[in-house]
């Protein structure tokens, strides 16, 4: 049996979201984030080392960071929700698998963090918003021309992207002036499989 590691309003929804789609059964231990730091508690770090969530544990195999665990569950589920055949379509789903970490999250973090200084965080996060801009319109503009990131069916590319997105919404500076992206969000919100992993998951601020 799969145990996630959920940290509340966080990454690791991706991952009941995923765990959902594919019918795998899972057991979800809960972790709250410290009220003041809003990081996560030190239990997590008996997990891993890291301490970050998600992190997930299947027959004694600890795994850590999102789209490690994303490949560990498609391999595991047999290729469901992995690469597309087509060659142009694969070639998307490996970029943006690795695209929603490595490059869109960064910016985003790095506002909120900013925010959070007084005074000065106001004029720093201005400078960040035009880098989060320079995403957003190349996504806009990719979702304006197919369905789903990687071509014509829902993969795990479009999970990964969910918390970026999601978060871009919240405070990122996302709104209806990029109709095809906020489209894409309402269209995963809809689905049942992520609206049951946002049942189990519990606390969640970005749906
Ligand atoms: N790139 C990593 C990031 C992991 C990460 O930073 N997780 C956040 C949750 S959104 C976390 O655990 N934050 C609490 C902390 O750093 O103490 C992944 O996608 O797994």
């Known amino acids: 049996m799969i145990i996630v590691h959920h940290l509340e309003n966080s990454r690791s929804q991706r991952i009941l979201w995923m765990l959902e789609e594919l019918g795998l059964p899972y057991e979800i231990k809960r972790y709250e984030r410290n009220k003041a730091t809003m990081l996560a508690p030190p239990e997590l770090k008996k997990v891993h080392p890291l301490g970050k969530s998600p992190v997930i544990e299947d027959d ?3 795994v850590a960071e999102t789209g490690a665990i994303v490949e560990y569950l498609v391999d595991k589920a047999d290729g469901k929700l992995g690469a597309p055949a087509n060659r142009a379509d694969a070639l998307r789903y490996r970029f943006w698998l690795h695209y929603a970490e490595g490059s869109m999250m960064p910016p ?10 007084p005074i000065l965080g106001k004029a720093a996060t201005k400078k960040i918003q035009p880098m989060i801009d320079v995403h957003l319109d190349y996504v806009e503009s990719e979702l304006s021309q197919r369905p789903w990131f990687a071509g014509a069916e829902m993969t795990a590319a479009d999970i990964m992207m969910s918390f970026p997105l999601e978060a ?5 500076g996302l709104n209806e002036s990029r109709p095809a992206t906020i489209a894409w969000l309402a269209k995963i919100h809809a689905r049942p499989a992520y609206q049951a992993g946002l049942k189990k998951g519990g606390p969640y601020a970005y749906a």
């Open 168 to 172: 871009a919404r919240s405070r990122g």
């Open 60 to 62: 004694g195999q600890v």
């Open 108 to 117: 985003l973090l790095l506002k909120l963090v900013l925010a959070r200084i």
